[in-house]
């Protein structure tokens, strides 16, 4: 039964015939066209924008949410969803601003020590959903609470801490005429996919987003990918801190807050179904990159960061609507006439 479970399709088999493309390749396609159009007509907004200077800042503005959208990404695959990601991130921002020394080496240090306490809340999270029952969004978001409550007590509201050269120099610094960021986000995405798609782990991610019940009878160990799953989100979000730290050159209690709707929508737009099961994350950061062009354009034209939540918000309801899975058949159903009577009417006719 489990050797069946985990043989079936691969996440990427578009379940074709031929050269044709399935869902999950054409998604990050049009995505990218997508975000290609918005860059050329943002032209017609601003001269300075539409550049290659803007295309590198996009890509360097949409790295942050590129590393959560991860995270959340593998969560929602197997059917749930993090709301702690805004502390975590924060989490890792100010551990990574108040442990930062001169020496650029202390960074890898730094950088293992938010994993790993990252990956503890993490895993009490998912432990807590896995095998106490406690539904994913109440456990997440009780769990973003106790710790952003734990940090504003801790530092009394006033992170400190000392900037570090060495991580601001990956957005300052150029190589090749790019921002050494540019090139470790392409290793992450290479890498991250690679987990995702081409690993055990990520196939037994898929088949329990598929069918729990179906996962647990084929032996998969349910409990655990639970766990590991929310402890990896919880871990890159504190990645994402990290990082973040040495754009900005220090950290505050709320850094983390305006990752929460976008991570979400870049999974949701980029083909990942609410359901779980469903989804590649390649997707997801075509529409990090949409996203955040998107915000800068909007940004551009001096819209209230209030009404830039208002529109993720209604871009997560618009393509969760356009991706239920029973749209197409409703529609089929509701554009067609039925070809021949119902059975009652059918019924009736042949008795008389």
Same mark, same amino acid.
């Given at each position: 039964m489990?050797?069946?479970?985990?043989?079936?399709?691969?996440?990427?088999?578009?379940?074709t015939?031929?050269r044709?493309?399935?869902?999950?390749?054409?998604?990050p396609?049009?995505?990218f066209g997508?975000?290609?159009l918005?860059?050329?007509a943002?032209?017609?907004?601003s001269?300075?924008?539409?550049g290659?200077?803007?295309?590198a800042?996009?890509?360097?503005l949409?790295?942050?949410?590129?590393?959560?959208?991860?995270?959340q990404?593998?969560?929602?695959? *197997?059917?749930?969803?993090?709301?702690?990601v805004?502390?975590?991130?924060?989490?890792?921002?100010?551990?990574?601003f108040?442990?930062?020394?001169?020496s650029g080496?202390?960074? *890898?240090?730094?950088?293992?020590?938010?994993?790993?306490?990252?990956?503890?809340?993490?895993?009490?999270?998912?432990a807590?959903?896995?095998?106490?029952?406690?539904?994913?969004?109440?456990?997440?978001?009780?769990?973003?609470?106790i710790?952003?409550?734990?940090?504003?007590?801790?530092?009394?509201?006033?992170?400190?801490?000392?900037?570090s050269?060495?991580?601001?120099?990956?957005?300052t610094?150029r190589?090749?005429g790019?921002?050494?960021i540019i090139y470790?986000?392409i290793?992450?995405?290479?890498?991250?996919?690679?987990l995702?798609?081409?690993?055990?782990f990520?196939?037994?991610l898929?088949?329990l987003?598929t069918?729990?019940?179906?996962?647990h009878?084929a032996g998969?160990p349910?409990?655990?990918?639970?766990?590991?799953?929310?402890?990896?989100?919880?871990?890159?979000?504190?990645?994402a801190?990290?990082?973040?730290v040495?754009?900005?050159?220090?950290a505050?209690?709320?850094?983390?807050?305006?990752?929460?709707l976008?991570?979400?929508?870049?999974?949701?737009v980029g083909?990942t179904?609410?359901?779980?099961?469903?989804?590649?994350?390649i997707?997801a950061v075509?529409?990090?990159?949409l996203l955040?062009t998107?915000?800068?354009?909007?940004s551009?034209?001096?819209?209230?960061?209030?009404?830039r939540?208002?529109?993720?918000g209604?871009?997560?309801?618009?393509?969760?609507?356009?991706?239920?899975?029973d749209?197409?058949?409703w529609?089929?159903?509701s554009?067609?006439r039925?070809?021949?009577?119902?059975?009652q009417a059918?019924?009736?006719q042949?008795?008389?």
């Amino acid at each position: 039964m489990k050797e069946a479970l985990m043989s079936g399709p691969a996440p990427h088999d578009t379940r074709t015939t031929g050269r044709s493309l399935g869902p999950e390749a054409i998604t990050p396609l049009v995505l990218f066209g997508l975000t290609i159009l918005l860059v050329i007509a943002s032209r017609w907004i601003s001269p300075n924008l539409g550049g290659f200077h803007q295309v590198a800042a996009i890509i360097v503005l949409s790295s942050f949410l590129m590393v959560v959208a991860f995270g959340q990404q593998m969560v929602v695959l *197997i059917g749930g969803l993090d709301l702690s990601v805004p502390s975590l991130l924060t989490l890792g921002g100010i551990l990574t601003f108040g442990w930062s020394t001169a020496s650029g080496w202390s960074l *890898i240090w730094i950088l293992l020590a938010v994993l790993v306490v990252n990956g503890v809340i993490g895993a009490l999270s998912g432990a807590g959903i896995a095998w106490l029952r406690i539904p994913p969004f109440i456990m997440t978001l009780a769990m973003g609470i106790i710790v952003y409550s734990a940090a504003l007590g801790i530092t009394a509201g006033t992170p400190r801490g000392h900037p570090s050269a060495a991580l601001a120099s990956l957005f300052t610094g150029r190589i090749l005429g790019l921002p050494p960021i540019i090139y470790l986000m392409i290793l992450f995405v290479i890498a991250g996919t690679a987990l995702q798609s081409y690993t055990p782990f990520g196939r037994k991610l898929y088949a329990l987003g598929t069918s729990p019940v179906a996962a647990h009878v084929a032996g998969l160990p349910v409990g655990w990918l639970t766990v590991a799953t929310y402890a990896l989100s919880a871990a890159v979000a504190g990645v994402a801190g990290f990082l973040l730290v040495g754009y900005a050159g220090g950290a505050t209690l709320v850094m983390g807050q305006s990752y929460l709707l976008p991570s979400i929508a870049a999974v949701v737009v980029g083909g990942t179904s609410i359901l779980g099961g469903r989804g590649t994350y390649i997707s997801a950061v075509a529409a990090s990159l949409l996203l955040t062009t998107f915000s800068t354009i909007i940004s551009s034209v001096q819209i209230l960061e209030g009404w830039r939540t208002i529109i993720y918000g209604c871009v997560i309801l618009i393509a969760i609507a356009a991706l239920r899975e029973d749209l197409p058949l409703w529609l089929n159903r509701s554009l067609q006439r039925p070809s021949r009577p119902p059975p009652q009417a059918a019924n009736a006719q042949s008795a008389q």
